[in-house]
């Protein structure tokens, strides 16, 4: 069973900056063929990662807003925070060890900024 959550304005705060472990969020939509590329990978980062780093995504076409915010100019795009902060990004898709090294997520969480 998947461990990504949906992400949405009544939402977004809470589970990004009140978390307690870093969020990686997947700014996506339907019609992208990238989008759906990356979406298993990102469902496999947080299977793999359950405990120690939350997943969601958050659907550009359904919450602009929210895209604005982040500063997405294309998808799929990957925004890692940690203490409601931006500390890694990826734009387009990449093979799961280049992404993971993308965003420093190696091995372990510690790697991360």
């Known amino acids: 069973m998947s ?29 992208c063929g990238p989008c759906r590329i990356v979406g298993p990978i990102v469902e496999e ?10 997943v969601g ?11 604005v915010r982040a500063g997405v100019q294309g998808i799929p ?13 990826v734009t387009g898709a990449l093979r799961k060890v280049e ?3 993308a965003l420093g997520l190696g091995p372990g969480l510690e790697d991360v900024a």
């Open 3 to 31: 461990q990504v959550m949906t992400l949405d304005q009544g939402n977004f705060a809470r589970e990004i900056e009140g978390s307690e472990v870093p969020v990686l969020v997947d700014y996506w939509a339907p019609w």
């Open 45 to 54: 980062i947080a299977d793999e990662r359950r405990g120690a780093l939350k």
């Open 57 to 67: 995504r958050v659907d550009v076409d359904s919450e602009p807003e929210l895209a």
């Open 77 to 89: 795009y990957l925004v890692l925070y940690r203490g409601g902060e931006p500390v890694a990004t």
């Open 99 to 101: 992404l993971e090294e």
